[in-house]
């Protein structure tokens, strides 16, 4: 099935999403939902018919209801909040079409025709058993990531960082003398590492951890904006390529933030600005809190989004 525009009239089954202007070239949006306050199996049947066969075949094969659940809701996340972003038309979230890149990194893919011009979203998806989340740019890649901030690992921090960081991240970790800030640090750098490898569609099997090294970097403070809020600062984050030390890039826009009070989230977006001497324009992000076709709170500004600078620095 083709993307295509449909009148509100023809489309009784479900209420119409609230639209939303697509981000402009320094915004990024972020739409998270938390599966447990998802409730209402009649709301999830709905969501069910959102999906396309092959995403509903995918989900009926996962074992457990909670797993399900979240495969669900992943999906109609996706389908929902890129549906918002309307241009010359309505879409319908059903009729939305997938593809994935040569490392499995999903991508809308658009039906052209004279009647639609399909707007440049980039987005990428992140989950948790407690959160799953959706992040949206125009015109540059991004990459997200969303842990648990209690996340509890069965292997020794140090142990665990030896196989998947570099010899510089282990340093630094193994330097914090208190456990749980170690635990703490471990996973914001985990996140980090993992919307860094999305952002450049590759993930983690095509760009082991290792192969890069994560820096924070206090001296030099990059700013971006949450509506609702001054502009906040934050420690810059540099990459060091494993294959050629000292090259330093900061060609990627970094945000780290704590969200709901419970989840650590990184988002990571190609910089191009930063070429053509914008590097100092704060990034904007705006956060939204919603349950698709019942409720979208806007939180940006508020205490459930808390950005964070880095702890372990340069």
């Given at each position: 099935m083709n993307i295509r525009c449909f009148q509100r009239n023809l489309s009784s089954a479900l209420p119409p999403l609230v639209p939303i202007q697509l981000p402009s070239p320094r915004e990024t949006h972020f739409w998270y939902i938390l599966p447990d306050e998802v409730k209402s199996v009649a709301l999830l049947n709905r969501y069910s018919e959102?999906?396309?066969?092959?995403?509903?075949?995918?989900?009926?094969?996962?074992?457990?209801?909670?797993?399900?659940?979240?495969?669900?809701?992943?999906?109609?996340?996706?389908r929902t909040t890129i549906a918002r972003y309307q241009t010359n038309c309505e879409i319908n979230p059903r009729s939305l079409k997938f593809k994935k890149n040569i490392y499995g990194k999903p991508e809308?893919?658009?039906?052209?025709?004279?009647n639609f011009s399909p707007p440049p979203l980039h987005f990428n998806i992140s989950h948790t058993s407690s959160m799953i989340a959706c992040g949206v740019t125009i015109n540059a890649p991004i990459g997200i990531d969303v842990e648990e901030k209690q996340?509890?690992?069965?292997?020794?921090?140090?142990?665990?960082?030896?196989?998947?960081?570099?010899?510089?991240?282990?340093k630094l970790l193994t330097s914090i003398s208190d456990p749980e800030v170690r635990r703490q640090e471990f996973i914001k750098?985990?996140?980090?590492?993992?919307?860094?490898?999305?952002?450049?569609?590759?993930?983690?099997?095509a760009m082991p951890f290792k192969t890069f090294t994560i820096q924070f970097r206090t001296?030099?403070?990059?700013?971006?904006h949450l509506p609702g809020n001054s502009v906040s600062e934050a420690s810059e984050v540099i990459v060091e390529s494993s294959n050629d030390p000292g090259n330093l890039t900061n060609n990627c826009l970094f945000s780290l933030l704590e969200v709901a009070g419970s989840?650590?989230?990184?988002?990571?977006?190609?910089?191009?600005?930063?070429?053509?001497?914008?590097?100092?324009?704060?990034?904007?992000?705006?956060?939204?809190?919603?349950?698709?076709?019942?409720?979208d709170v806007c939180v940006?500004?508020?205490?459930?989004?808390?950005?964070?600078?880095?702890?372990?620095?340069?």
């Open positions: 959102l999906l396309s066969p092959c995403e509903r075949e995918n989900v009926n094969r996962m074992s457990g209801d909670q797993l399900k659940k979240r495969a669900l809701l992943a999906r109609a996340l996706v809308v893919e658009w039906h052209k025709d004279d996340r509890k690992l069965k292997n020794d921090i140090i142990a665990f960082a030896q196989r998947y960081f570099s010899p510089y991240e282990v750098l985990w996140t980090l590492k993992e919307a860094y490898v999305k952002a450049l569609g590759k993930g983690f099997s001296s030099t403070l990059r700013r971006f989840h650590y989230a990184a988002i990571c977006v190609e910089n191009d600005e930063i070429v053509r001497g914008e590097a100092n324009t704060p990034m904007k992000l705006t956060v939204w809190k919603t349950i698709p076709f019942v409720e940006s500004g508020t205490d459930a989004v808390v950005p964070l600078r880095g702890i372990i620095e340069q």
